[in-house]
Every structure is written in C-alpha cells, then in structure tokens.
Nanobody
Framework: QVQLVESGGGLVQAGGSLRLSCAASGRTFSPYFMGWFRQAPGKEREFVGSIVWNDGNTYITDSVKGRFTISRDNAKNTVYLQMNSLKPEDTAAYFC??????????????????WGQGTQVTVSS
C-alpha cells in the first residue's frame, strides 16, 4: 500500500516561492504518474500538474504554467512542486497523488488512487 506525505507548505508573501515535497513509501512504489492538486476553501479540487514517474515528462495546467514546475527524485521516491511568483489566488491545500493503475495522463482527481494528507499554502498580499 502506498503512503504519501506532503511537506513544505507555509505562509509566504506574494511574489515569493515555496517548494513542496511528497515522499512516498510502500513495499513497491512504481506509479505511472504523480500528480499535484490543490483545493481552496469552498472550491473543488483543482489539478495543478503531473509527472511521468519513469521519464520525468511533465504537464502543468495553464493557470500556473511558467510559475510552477514538477520534478522527482526516483531514488528518494519523492516528487516536488516548485512554486515561484506566488499569488494570493494560489492559496490552497496542496495534495500529491499517485496514479498507479493506468498508463494514460489524467487531470481528474478520480484518476489517482493514492493521496497524501495535504499541506497548506497561504500567500499573503
């Protein structure tokens, strides 16, 4: 069973940066994709981006493209979300997720079968 633990959230001023980490553990961790989602209060969970675990190809949603990047360290079973030029509208709980059952890209939260507990990011104006 895969367990995911996010870290790195916090309070930052607009224009600042944060790097979120998502550490995975489990007997055999080999997802097809790792994804990042976020959820602001009163809003639906929103896809941020994903990365192919094997080759590192990434997809970033348009609303954060150019500011956010995703990377991974296979040896550490860790995926990262680097967030630069943060804006108050980026304030949300951020979740990492693993897609382990299908070898196709997915932007839907329902396409991911393991989730972390989330880490809060708050951007002040």
């Amino acid at each position: 069973q895969v367990q995911l633990v996010e870290s790195g959230g916090g309070l930052v001023q607009a224009g600042g940066s944060l790097r979120l980490s998502c550490a995975a553990s489990g007997r055999t961790f080999s997802p097809y994709f790792m994804g990042w989602f976020r959820q602001a209060p009163g809003k639906e969970r929103e896809f941020v981006g994903s990365i192919v675990w094997n080759d590192g190809n990434t997809y970033i949603t348009d609303s954060v493209k150019g500011r956010f990047t995703i990377s991974r360290d296979n040896a550490k079973n860790t995926v990262y979300l680097q967030m630069n030029s943060l804006k108050p509208e980026d304030t949300a709980a951020y979740f990492c997720a693993a897609r382990t059952r299908e070898w196709t890209w997915s932007k839907s939260q329902y396409g991911y079968d393991a989730w972390g507990q989330g880490t809060q990011v708050t951007v002040s104006s």
